[in-house]
């Protein structure tokens, strides 16, 4: 699908020079920063999920020292050079 869009010179400019150094079409550029943009904000919504659940469910104290202990136990166990 093509579109059409309008950009200050200045960014023109820089994204004509990192196309021609990067050795591909503006389309592709474009497509490359849009898809990184794109996965950017998924990153930082499933971040946000992740820390508004822990908020509203934080884990107890008495938990973090099971998986602390089962740690130790494991680490302990194993063969150290």
């Known amino acids: 699908m093509k579109i059409a869009i309008s950009l200050p010179r200045e960014e023109f400019l820089f994204l004509e020079k990192l196309k021609n ?4 079409t503006r389309s592709k550029l474009i497509q490359q920063a849009i898809a990184y943009w794109l996965q950017s904000r998924k990153e930082k919504e499933l971040i946000y999920k992740y820390e508004k659940g822990y908020r509203q469910k934080p884990e107890r ?9 089962a740690q130790y ?3 302990s166990e194993e063969a150290w050079q």
């Open 21 to 24: 150094s990067l050795n591909i």
């Open 73 to 75: 136990n494991t680490l």
């Open 61 to 69: 104290i008495s938990k973090l020292i099971g998986i602390e202990k």
